[in-house]
């Protein structure tokens, strides 16, 4: 993607319309990410319950969740990360006022061009204008990748948790942030 491009990509609100382009995007791009680490079929129960047109549908109904899009120049859906209100974590149960960025999925061509870093401080922005003070996340430990790109943003590792993806337990890493 040349710079010239990259200055204009832009964000927007998704749309239920938009449910179909999401499911899409996260399925590719959490298989990309994390299929070698789950057998098949387990990887397609959680892609079945997570990334279905239904499930993103769902999501960007949510009155709870701000789900925001990043449009390439053609007017294609390059990614996309949630603002998640509501959901707790004990490592942050002592802190107030804080919300998730749930998820930040980026189209594997446009990986490693300012797409991610622009939806994660669009979704800052917006949590700074909804009151929030810090803003959270859980990584996958093993997702080194994304833990450097978290680190860049400036979260710091506050703690640990286990998840099940597709009945395998895995460990996740939390970062927190103050905005
Ligand atoms: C993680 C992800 C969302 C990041 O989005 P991205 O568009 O690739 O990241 P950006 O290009 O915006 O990079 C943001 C910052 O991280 C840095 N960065 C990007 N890739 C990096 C890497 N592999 N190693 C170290 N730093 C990296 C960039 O240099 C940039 O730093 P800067 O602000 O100093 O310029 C994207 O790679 C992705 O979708 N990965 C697969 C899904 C995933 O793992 N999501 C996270 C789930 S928790």
Not at 31 to 55: C, F, I, K, M, R
Request: proline share 2%; charged share 25%; aromatic share 10%.
């Amino acid at each position: 993607m040349a710079a010239a491009s990259r200055s204009l990509i832009t964000t927007r609100e998704a749309r239920l319309d938009d449910a179909a382009h999401v499911a899409h995007l996260g399925a590719h791009v959490f298989t990309v990410t994390y299929g070698h680490s789950v057998a098949a079929h387990e990887l397609q129960a959680y892609l079945d319950e997570a990334y279905s047109v239904e499930a993103c549908a769902s999501d960007i109904a949510d009155p709870n969740k701000d789900l925001i899009l990043a449009i390439d120049p053609e007017g294609i859906i390059v990614g996309f990360g949630i603002l998640t209100r509501g959901s707790k974590e004990p490592c942050i149960a002592h802190l107030e006022d804080y919300v998730e960025l749930q998820r930040l999925y980026v189209s594997t061509a446009y990986q490693g061009f300012g797409v991610g870093k622009i939806l994660a401080k669009q979704l800052e922005s917006m949590a700074r204008e909804q009151g929030f003070r810090y803003m959270w996340l859980g990584v996958w430990e093993e997702n080194y990748k994304a833990q450097k790109v978290y680190e860049k943003l400036s979260y710091k590792l506050i703690g640990k948790r286990d998840f099940v993806v597709g009945g395998v337990l895995q460990t996740g890493l939390i970062m927190l942030k103050e905005l």
